[in-house]
C-alpha cells in the first residue's frame, strides 16, 4: 500500500522567505508527526498531530514554526522568515494510534536549504 | 543523493557475519524502544521494536536486547548482506510519542 509522501522532495529558498512542506499520511492514520534532521544527526521531534489538533507542539523551535492538520489528514508545516539554520531535512510519520504499541512510518522527507 | 550521518561511528563487518549496533538511552522513564534503518537519502524504516517489560525480542534475522539497569539497547543482525548497510538509529518514548532518536550507527557490509 501507500507509504506516507512529502512534497516537494527538495526546496530551496532565500533567508526571510515563506516556506510550506506538506506531509500526506499513510491512510486511516490517526497520528501525525513531524521531525526535522540535520546533517550527521538524528531525527529530533518537533509536533505531534492527534486528529486535527496539535497534541504536543513542544518541539518547535520558536514561533516562526507552525503546522496544521485541518481534516485530520494532510499536514502542512509552515516556516516563516526563514534562516540558514532551518536548512535540514524535514520527516513527517504516521501512525494508527492503537494498542500499547504504535508504530511510526515515515516519508521520504522535504530536504530544506536555506540560501 | 545526500549522505545521512557523515561522521557517525561505523561497524564494518563482512557479508554473512553477524553485526551488532549498541544504544545506550537517556531516559530510565522511556517505556517503548525502536529501532529504525536510514538508507541515503531516504526515511528512516521500521526495523523492531520492543516494550520495557520485555528483555528480548526476535524477528526476522533480528533480535533486540533491552537491559534496563543500564539502559542499553542492542540490535543484533544475522547473516548480515550488503542490503543491511545504512544508518541505524535507535529511538525512545517516554509515552508522549514524540520519539527521542539517539545519534545512529553506521553499518558497512564489505562483500
Known amino acids: 500500500g501507500a507509504g506516507v509522501s512529502q512534497t516537494p522532495s527538495n526546496k530551496v529558498t532565500e533567508k526571510g522567505k515563506y516556506v510550506e512542506l506538506r506531509c500526506d499520511p499513510i491512510s486511516g492514520h490517526t497520528a501525525l508527526y513531524w521531525y526535522r534532521q540535520s546533517l550527521g544527526q538524528g531525527p529530533e521531534f518537533l509536533i505531534y498531530?492527534?486528529?486535527?489538533?496539535?497534541?504536543?507542539d513542544s518541539g518547535l523551535p520558536n514561533d516562526r514554526f507552525f503546522a496544521v492538520r485541518p481534516e485530520g489528514s494532510v499536514s502542512t508545516l509552515k516556516i516563516q522568515r526563514t534562516e540558514r539554520g532551518d536548512s535540514a531535512v524535514y520527516l513527517c510519520?504516521?501512525?494508527?494510534?492503537?494498542?500499547?504499541?504504535?508504530?511510526?512510518?515515515f516519508g521520504p522527507g522535504t530536504r530544506l536549504t536555506v540560501l | 543523493g545526500e549522505s545521512v550521518g557523515l561522521h557517525l561511528p561505523t561497524l564494518s563487518v563482512q557479508e554473512g557475519d553477524n553485526s551488532i549496533i549498541n544504544c545506550a538511552y537517556s531516559?530510565?522513564?522511556?517505556?517503548?524502544f525502536i529501532w529504525y534503518k536510514q538508507e541515503s537519502g531516504k526515511g528512516p524504516q521500521f526495523i523492531i521494536d520492543i516494550r520495557s517489560n520485555m528483555d528480548k525480542r526476535q524477528g526476522q534475522r533480528v533480535t533486540v536486547l533491552l537491559n534496563k539497569t543500564v539502559k542499553h539497547l542492542s540490535l543484533q543482525i544475522a547473516a548480515t548482506q550488503p542490503g543491511d548497510s545504512a544508518v541505524y538509529f535507535c529511538a525512545e518514548d517516554t509515552g508522549r510519542r514524540a520519539l527521542t532518536f539517539g545519534s545512529g550507527t553506521r553499518l558497512q557490509v564489505q562483500p
Open positions: 531516559n530510565s522513564a522511556s517505556d517503548y
Open positions: 510519520a504516521s501512525s494508527l494510534l492503537a494498542g500499547d504499541t504504535d508504530t511510526q512510518y
Open positions: 498531530f492527534q486528529g486535527t489538533g496539535a497534541a504536543d
